[in-house]
Nanobody, 121 residues
Framework: QVQLVESGGGLVQAGGSLRLSCAAS????????MGWYRQAPGKQRELVAT???????NYADSVKGRFTISRDNARKKVYLQMNSLKPEDTGVYYC???????????????WGQGTQVTVSL
């Protein structure tokens, strides 16, 4: 089994910063893509940012220039540095990873339980 555990969420004023962390553990042979999604109340879950094992990144247009995704492959961790936060960034942030549990095995997507980010005016 693979577990993803997020941390770092909280309440912050608009214009402030937060750093989210996610640690993967369990039966992991390799991790390909890691990323962050978010879900605001009453809305669908949406992509925030992803990063490949080689370090290529992809961001939602709404967070470009404000958020930075990074990863530590040795520690099986992914981070999301969020600056210049806006009230519309409020939501539950989920970590996700595409994981192979054995050499030559299929990759599956795993999700964390989510961490709440609330940005106030």
């Amino acid at each position: 089994q693979v577990q993803l555990v997020e941390s770092g969420g909280g309440l912050v004023q608009a214009g402030g910063s937060l750093r989210l962390s996610c640690a993967a553990s369990g039966s992991i042979f390799s991790i390909n893509v890691m990323g962050w999604y978010r879900q605001a109340p009453g809305k669908q879950r949406e992509l925030v940012a992803t990063i490949t094992v080689g370090g290529s990144t992809n961001y939602a247009d709404s967070v470009k220039g404000r958020f930075t995704i990074s990863r530590d492959n040795a520690r099986k961790k992914v981070y999301l540095q969020m600056n210049s936060l806006k009230p519309e960034d409020t939501g539950v942030y989920y970590c996700t990873s595409t994981v192979a549990t054995m050499m030559g095995g299929y990759e599956n997507d795993y999700w964390g339980q989510g961490t709440q980010v609330t940005v106030s005016l």
